[in-house]
Each structure stands twice: as C-alpha cells, then as structure tokens.
Nanobody, 128 residues
Framework: QVQLVESGGGLVQAGDSLRLSCAAS????????MGWFRQAPAKEREFVAS????????SYTDSVKGRFTISRDNAKNTVYLQMNSLKPEDTAVYYC?????????????????????WGRGTQVTVSS
C-alpha cells in the first residue's frame, strides 16, 4: 500500500512557476515508478509526466515538454513537478500517482490504468 499527499498548488499568473511535491508513505517507494496526471473541469484525467524508480528516465506529454520537470528524492520519499512558464490551459487538479506493477527501471506511460495508487490532488490555477 502506498499513500500519496500532494502539495504546492495555488493561484498564479501566466508565465509564473510552481513546484508541486508529492510525499509518499509505505514500502518500496524507491523501487516504484511515479507520475503526475491532471484533470481540468469537464475533461478527462490526462497524463503529464512520469519518472522511473531510479530517476534516470522521464517522460512528458508534448504540451509540457520544455516547461515542466519531474524529479524525485528517494531519500525523502518525495516526487516533484517543477512547472515553469505556466499557461492558463495548465489550470487543473494535479494528481500524484504510483505504478508499483511496472516492470523495470523505466517511466510509466500515459495510460492511467498502469497506476495503482493516487493522491487526492492539488489545485493549480493560472490566470491570464
């Protein structure tokens, strides 16, 4: 079992930056691929970024490449999402997620069903 708690969301202006954090508890965090998804009002939850258990490999959806960076600190059981050059279309609830069934040291994909544990989310609102 893995418990995930997100923090760091808020209201910012377009062009600003935010860093989201996800604190994980439970066993095997350091051997589990992690990811971030987001869900805007009236839209389906979508993949944002993922990171392998070692942190050596990452994956991003095209709309955030070059602006967002996912990272992790296994000593602190924490995964981060640094978001720069934020846009109004980034407004959403951001969810941290874990993929313990993923085999090998690689990031998870965009399919939400690869991920078994989810946090409650943190709201990010970007005003224009």
């Amino acid at each position: 079992q893995v418990q995930l708690v997100e923090s760091g969301g808020g209201l910012v202006q377009a062009g600003d930056s935010l860093r989201l954090s996800c604190a994980a508890s439970g066993r095997s965090f350091s051997s589990t691929a992690m990811g971030w998804f987001r869900q805007a009002p009236a839209k389906e939850r979508e993949f944002v970024a993922s990171i392998s258990w070692s942190g050596g490999s990452t994956s991003y959806t095209d709309s955030v490449k070059g602006r967002f960076t996912i990272s992790r600190d296994n000593a602190k059981n924490t995964v981060y999402l640094q978001m720069n050059s934020l846009k109004p279309e980034d407004t959403a609830v951001y969810y941290c997620t874990a993929a313990p069934r993923l085999f090998g040291d690689r990031p998870g994909g965009a399919n939400r069903y690869e991920y078994d544990f989810w946090g409650r989310g943190t709201q990010v609102t970007v005003s224009s």
